[in-house]
């Protein structure tokens, strides 16, 4: 069974940190893009930042200098290290993994990051 499980979302100040792991079980972490999506209240769901199986990260516009995505194939984990947050990041964030050759999906059950004073 395919499990991927995020972790360390929270409630935190403006200009403040938080780091994202993403564990996945079941699946052979290294043969799948992982990405970073994020659903803010009343909005649609949206890419953040992937990471190619060969390591190849890119973000979206309003996130770039500010988010990390980082892989560790040997322990399954994904992770997003968030810097700088604003009001504006407050969202639900999933963790996604994409198989790179089958196009086969799981999704996380993501983890709920609140910025605010």
């Known amino acids: 069974q395919v499990q991927l499980v995020e972790s360390g979302g929270g409630l935190v100040q403006p200009g403040g940190s938080l780091r994202l792991s993403c564990a996945g079980s079941g699946i052979i972490f290294s043969r799948y893009h992982l990405n970073w999506y994020r659903q803010a209240p009343e909005k649609q769901r949206e890419l953040v930042a992937q990471?190619?199986?060969?390591?190849?990260?890119t973000y979206v516009e309003p996130v770039k200098g500010r988010f990390t995505i980082s892989r560790d194939n040997a322990k399954n984990t994904l992770y997003l290290q968030m810097n700088n947050l604003k009001p504006q990041d407050t969202a639900v964030y999933f963790c996604?993994?994409?198989?790179?050759?089958?196009?086969?999906?799981?999704w996380g059950q993501g983890t709920q990051v609140t910025v605010s004073s």
């Open positions: 990471i190619t199986s060969g390591g190849i990260a």
């Open positions: 996604n993994a994409a198989h790179q050759s089958y196009g086969t999906i799981y």
